[in-house]
């Protein structure tokens, strides 16, 4: 979705297609800046169907969405050593 997009404007778009309970648009936190996407929370499995459908590769703005269904968050795997070639040791 476009940068410049406010809660209000998600809201009201995705409100086409039934109750929306939450809107969250994710925002860098170095920046401040919108990240490009973001979360819709619909009041029914049945509209959220629906604000696919109507959403999913239309245009908003002058971007085309992918909408769907959000998936858990995947565990990542560790970091590695921070970067010295060598294994961390703890404090003493």
């Known amino acids: 979705?476009?940068?410049s997009t406010t809660?209000?404007?998600l809201k009201s778009a995705f409100a086409q297609a039934g109750t929306v309970e939450t809107v969250n648009i994710i925002i860098d936190r170095m920046?401040?800046?919108s990240k490009g996407f973001g979360f819709?929370?619909?009041s029914?499995?049945?509209e959220a169907q629906k604000a696919i459908d109507m959403w999913n590769g239309k245009d908003f703005e002058g971007r085309n969405l992918t909408v769907n269904?959000?998936?858990p968050m995947?565990?990542?795997a560790p970091r590695g050593?921070?970067?010295f070639g060598r294994p961390r040791r703890p404090m003493q």
Do not use: L
Request: net charge negative; aromatic share 4%.
């Open 81 to 83: 050593n921070g970067g």
């Open 40 to 42: 819709v929370e619909m």
């Open 7 to 9: 809660d209000d404007a």
């Open 44 to 46: 029914t499995d049945e």
């Open 1 to 3: 979705m476009p940068y």
């Open 74 to 76: 995947e565990e990542r």
């Open 31 to 33: 920046s401040g800046r």
């Open 69 to 71: 269904i959000a998936k």
